[in-house]
């Protein structure tokens, strides 16, 4: 199928926009979990939930988008395809299909991956009352990671350090300290919070809200930003030895990789989203995974990351380059191009109709 660039917007309120629309017009029953705060033009921010099916329904696929923010131009457009599709028009009975678009409205908005608070969401979802993983590596490279300015001889002086770091631990050492979160430097890149932040408590109350009854849930997060342009990995952050992984196994066949033990492009992360999940839906079957999308080479990731970092440190939207670093990060997340946008729409197309057999079955 073609043509999936019409599904996809220029900024969070056309998107919102385009979303709702949808949502309305395949007779969805909708919820809108508004943000405090607004977006660049004064827009409201929420996180906007479109269901399909019985409140009571016993299995449920959810599908997320934007938990990364500015990751949300990607899942967005798929979520907003598969509406005017009408990927939800005919359910199994007793099931249920739960669209929630943009659960980090304010990183998606403000072309940020974290959030208000400079929060990694996907990091944030740990227990707050206990010690907070250690990521040493990130200690050692906090200066690195987070240069003081970008120009051209300090971004080559990072880049000499971490690739130093690289060849004397390994590739996957560097990776993990650069991207499994920290907490212990709340202005530096890949902060994972000191308490449970607005999307994270919206989320819990989504859940609670609307899979009280379920007895399985399955649940595609929609993420973009690792691997090669286009690719598609589906990411189980529970070993290869549990149920969830073999479930996986079972609907996805073998694109699926755990982050336990290195199969996948993610590092073993704490604190993402199907923690939040396991916590809310004990005693139920739960079958939560990422779907990444491939945009660019991790190294020019990297470098929009930390661009972005810095600017937020340094006047934010006030400051000169915003704009143009805003087109960094987006660019960095974000393929721009009717290629991509086709492929990634019929890969996350099969993936959710696979769920939905799945859970079916
Ligand atoms: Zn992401």
Request: charge should be negative; aromatic fraction near 8%.
């Amino acid at each position: 199928m073609t043509g999936a660039a019409e599904h996809f917007s220029r900024s969070y309120g056309e998107a919102r926009q385009k979303f709702l629309a949808a949502a309305e017009a395949a007779g969805a029953a909708i919820r809108h979990y508004v943000h405090p705060l607004k977006g660049p033009s004064g827009e409201e921010l929420a996180t906007d939930v479109a269901r399909f099916g019985p409140l009571d329904a016993a299995r449920i696929l959810g599908i997320g988008s934007g938990t990364h923010g500015v990751e949300g131009y990607c899942g967005s457009g798929i979520q907003t395809a598969l509406l005017r599709e009408g990927f939800a028009a005919e359910l199994p009975p007793d099931m249920a299909v739960l669209f929630i678009h943009a659960i980090n409205p304010y990183g998606f908005a403000w072309d940020r991956r974290v959030n208000e608070d400079n929060v990694d969401l996907n990091r944030n979802f740990l227990d707050h009352t206990k010690p907070y993983p250690a990521n040493p590596g990130y200690e050692e490279l906090a200066d690195a990671i987070n240069p003081p300015d970008l120009s051209p001889g300090t971004m080559a002086k990072c880049r000499a350090r971490m690739k130093e770091y690289a060849a004397e631990h390994g590739p996957r050492a560097m990776q993990h300290a650069l991207s499994a979160g920290q907490y212990t430097h709340p202005k530096g890149v890949q902060f994972g919070g000191h308490g449970p932040v607005w999307s994270n408590r919206t989320l819990r109350a989504i859940i609670r809200a609307e899979m009280a009854a379920a007895r399985r849930v399955g649940f595609v997060d929609l993420h973009s930003g690792l691997g090669a342009r286009g690719a598609a990995e589906i990411i189980c952050t529970e070993p290869e030895t549990s149920d969830a992984y073999r479930r996986m196994v079972d609907w996805w066949g073998p694109s699926v990789r755990s982050t336990v033990g290195g199969g996948s492009i993610s590092s073993d992360v704490p604190g993402s989203i199907p923690v939040c999940f396991a916590d809310e839906l004990k005693g139920r079957e739960v079958t939560s995974c990422g779907l990444e999308f491939g945009t660019v080479p991790i190294a020019e990731v990297t470098v929009a990351l930390q661009s972005d970092n810095w600017l937020h440190q340094n006047g934010g939207h006030d400051n000169p380059q915003a704009a143009e670093i805003g087109k960094l990060i987006r660019d960095a997340f974000y393929v721009d191009a009717d290629d991509w946008k086709d492929e990634v729409t019929a890969t996350a197309r099969q993936t959710c109709a696979r769920a939905l057999a799945g859970l079916s079955a």
